[in-house]
């Protein structure tokens, strides 16, 4: 006779395999250990993983060397990435092993690298080296592990490092990814180490499939500080002879599309400005006094307007005045003027703006007379108001220029040196009159009242459009004024604004703009206080309004 299970026999039976197994687990869930026991079941593996993964890293931590069992067991990325939050000493062997991979098999090597990093693991430095040097075809998915391990170089920070990333910076996009040179600049405006100079100079002038690492060079070069100083004054005067034979085989002095002319001393004067390096001013002099080849002589110019010597200052109203001089140069004269800072500009600028006329191809323009008449509205004061109202009431040639100098100088005129007025002029529609008032804090000299009120004013700049981006260039330069490495809320917000905009660099010209935002934060950090900017006296001399309206 067969005789069939009760209801009660059945229900029994069905939950058995699940008494099984957790009788299987033979403790407290909430215990790490017992999880760890069960990596090895195929069948409870994945759930052990998973509950290990969601308890504090603390409290799991007794099940390190059960994990580290199961990845040499299974040698799985996923296995491995298990390990990486816990940041244990423990792990460093498995990790240091990772990091050997091939062209096929690298993902291992970039979890390991990453994790390394985070632990600042001087003891994986070596093998993080060979990483980073293993050489690998261009388009090669591996180069990521590179990536990692440079990054991880990076993080840890030991000077070993840098020949490897001089090494990777200075290899030609024939023979690797260019991206590598990048990062590898980047790496190296981290380390902050001197060695790199060389190579970074050299950096300024590579490119590779339509890319260059110019801004990225150029901001390793600023935080580097005083010791690149010198190196780029050999480089301005076209001494080092690494670059002069790089110039040779590559015919940078031959006429356009073929090379630059001028291209050495113009990226050595915008970085010896960038650097505002008074040192440099007697190079930048006798080299302005040269035949121009390019347009050297305009970076020089601006370089000496960031620096703001007063004997800068000097030659820049000179050119500025010079009617036999290029207009180009007489322009660049001028904008390096506003940027000085130096009081002695504003009647420089407005004469330049009531009688500066230039012959270009034959023809009489007023070309310099509109960019002087916008470089006036940036830097004069309401009291230059009246006189240059009056004199853009008779413009008839460059109408739209002054029109845009006199709405700056409307800002002036209603806000004096109420900063809090300024400050609230930052959000105006207008993006001419909210860089007026950037331009007027940055030139107080008041960082206690300025500084905060051009952080509150500072957007990324997915969220403010490149028709602001102006704007945000001159709180930048403000912010490089009064600013000094002391000023922690300085760093704080460029540090944050560098982190956002990273994500906008499809955005046409915010690429650049990023490059100008590190550079500021590079400058400021190597301000001490003593180097802030004074306020600019924009109480000058000038001319009667009634002579000031006569059109010349």
Known sequence: ????????????????????????????????????????????????????????????????????????????????????????????????????????????????????????????????????????????????????????????????????????????????????NQKAALGLAEMRDPAAIPALIKGLFMTGRGANIFHECRLALV?????????????????????????????????????????????????????????????????????????????????????????????????????????????????GLYLAGDGRAIPTLFELAKSGYVTIDGQKGSNLRASAAIDFGRIAGADQYDAFKALAAKETEAVGKFAEALDRMAVAKECGSDLDCYGKKLSDPSWTRAEKAAFAIGFSGDSAKGIPLLIAAMKPLAAIGPDRFPVHQALLYAMTRLGSKSCKECVDKLEKQIERDEKATRIPGARDLLGETRVALAVIQNKDQAQAAPAVVTAAAMPANDEGARPA
């Open 223 to 335: 935080r580097l500080g005083t010791p690149a100083i010198d190196p780029l004054i050999e480089l301005l005067n076209e001494k080092n002879s690494d670059i002069q034979a790089m110039a040779k085989q590559l015919k940078f002095e031959e006429p356009a599309p073929v090379g630059t002319p001028g291209v050495v001393p113009k990226k050595a004067a915008i970085l010896l400005g960038d650097l505002r390096a008074r040192k440099a001013v007697p190079a930048l002099q006798a080299k302005l006094k040269e035949k121009q080849r390019g347009d050297e002589h305009m970076a020089m110019l601006i370089a000496l307007g960031f620096i703001a010597d007063p004997s800068g200052v000097d030659t820049l109203i000179a050119k500025a005045k010079d009617s036999k001089a290029d207009f180009l140069e007489r322009n660049a004269a001028a904008d």
């Open 1 to 180: 006779m067969r005789i069939f299970p009760s209801v009660s026999a059945i229900v029994v039976l069905g939950l058995l395999p699940f008494a099984l197994l957790v009788s299987g687990c033979s403790g407290d869930p909430n215990d790490p250990m017992t999880w760890a026991k069960q990596l090895t079941n195929l069948r409870t593996q994945k759930e052990a993983l998973d509950h290990l993964a969601n308890m504090d890293v603390e409290k799991a931590r007794p099940a390190v060397p059960a994990l580290v069992e199961l990845y040499k067991d299974t040698k799985r990325p996923e296995h491995l990435e298990a390990l990486a939050r816990y940041k244990d000493d423990r792990t460093k062997p498995v990790l240091i092993e990772a990091l050997d991979y091939s062209d096929d098999d690298f993902d291992r090597t970039t979890i390991a690298a990453g994790v390394l990093g985070d632990m600042k693991a001087t003891d994986a430095v070596d093998a993080l080296i060979k990483a980073a040097e293993k050489p690998l075809p261009v388009k090669s998915r591996a180069n990521n592990a590179k990536l990692a391990a440079m990054r991880a170089l990076v993080r840890i920070g030991d000077k070993r490092a840098t020949p490897t990333l001089t090494r990777i910076l200075g290899t030609s996009a024939d023979e690797q990814d260019f991206a590598l």
